[in-house]
């Protein structure tokens, strides 16, 4: 192969006959031009992916930035580097109109090698500190590799098991991981262990004081007494919240029934609209206001719902049936994303998810899922079936049909057997594949749960 491309690296860094004219000077290195553009974009390019190979681990939500970076360099960065190869023929023709000496070879050796540095220092600079003994000696790199792939479950298990003795940095990262999986109480601890060690988070990284000054906005909500085991309520005295209160306790025989064992999941149920859209972005660092599904939502660990909607209505009366579902439905939600674990909402189909809480929350849904029936039939009359792979990944298009079918197709898969809820997570999280889990659960798919539903309401 080196002898192929003989003759080509002679024609790029050589040159038979020394210029004779300016001119001469101007189109050789113009004849180059392309070659160097070719070499710095591939060059750009691979240095980015290195750069973020290595980095994405370490920088938390704010890393958002680095693609738009990126982006920039590519189409400004052409603009700039072509002005500074235009230096190179300048330079060259000065000198040879002058000293009647040329130089282009040189020049153009020594401008390409440090173009190719330029482009890769970033990348040369985060794996000269990704692998320098002194700035991680207790050597986290497999940490944040889970972490780079949102796997906080798997990361927070791994610095238990193989750094029982944490240095600064891992106390922060163990309460960073705890942060992002929504265990506020459990974080607060390491932070300020981290602090006590003089700890200071590198660039970029989310600095120990934010995460402390939310803690504490956490710690001002007032803890219930608690009803039972696996779960804990904080949450203020109110007509609507009361209710719920004393109907806690058949939410987690609920979820006993259905799942067995069950995880611990913190309810905060906040009585004002403010204090709801503080607490909602300062845990989830989105704005509870940009989302239809607005009052609540359970994720990993936490239910966390409001009394009131965005115009500081209650959206149900106190002590509804409808009330009581939607709060036990945010619990389905977070009971299936706990015990599945890291990037459940990544890999749970958008019917699956939706219409598993549907039917953890049935009990108080009796109204719910006879409207579905007649929604479906009247949306059946003048529209074709939503397909499949909507239902999957694009549901909340259209909520009122995407919801519904959600609730029809679980129904039909759980064939009465709710525990079958509690089968179809774990046999997923073992597969780390939903389709599979279902097949293993009911021995059905979800496509033969979306054809039933379809078969029923669209009739040939």
Known sequence: MGLFFTAEIRWLFGNDHTPEKVMDVWKWWELRRLFYNCVIFISLALSFVTYNLFLIGLYNED??????????AIFIGPVIWNLGYTLGP?????????????????????????????????????????????????????????????????????????????????????????????QMAEAKPHFQKSVQLGYTPYPGWTPTKNFLDRIVRFEHLRPVKQP??????????????????????????????????????????????????????????????????????????????????????????????RSYGDVLHEYGHALCDTIYGDNY?????????????????????????????????????????????????????SPDIGYAFGRLMVENLLAGDVQRIGTIVSDSRQAQDFEKGIKSATGRSGKDAYDAVVKKYWKP
């Open 228 to 321: 039972n085991t696996c779960i804990d309520i904080y949450a203020a005295n109110s007509n609507w919240t009361n209710p719920i209160l004393k109907e806690l306790p058949k939410f987690s025989e609920r979820a006993r029934m259905i799942f067995g064992t069950v995880p611990k999941i913190t309810f905060y149920i906040l009585a004002q609209r403010r204090d709801f859209s503080t607490f909602f972005s300062d845990m989830f660092e989105v704005s509870a206001e940009k989302r239809w599904w607005n009052n609540g939502t359970g994720v990993s660990n936490v239910v966390v719902f409001s009394e009131l909607d965005k115009d500081g209505k209650w959206s149900y009366y106190p002590g509804t049936a």
């Open 345 to 397: 909402l990544d890999h749970v189909p958008e019917w699956l998810n939706e219409g598993m809480a549907d039917a953890v929350a049935r009990p108080y849904y009796d109204e719910l899922f006879l409207a579905t029936d007649r929604l479906v039939r009247n949306f059946a009359k003048k529209n074709k079936p939503p397909d499949y792979e909507g239902l999957c990944h694009r549901l909340y298009a």
């Open 90 to 182: 300048v330079v060259d023709a000065l000198t040879f109109k002058i000293f009647r000496k040329w130089f282009g070879i040189g020049l153009f050796k020594s401008g390409l090698a440090f173009s190719i540095f330029l482009c890769f220092l970033p990348a040369i600079l985060i794996l000269f500190f990704k692998f320098t003994p002194a700035a991680h000696a207790e050597n986290l790199n497999r940490v944040f590799d889970l972490m780079a792939k949102n796997k906080y479950n798997a990361a927070l298990n791994l610095l238990r098991k193989e750094h029982p003795t944490l240095d600064a940095e891992g106390e922060y990262l163990e309460g960073y991981c705890l942060m992002r999986i929504h």
């Open 63 to 72: 890393f958002w930035y680095e693609p738009l970076t990126f982006m920039a």
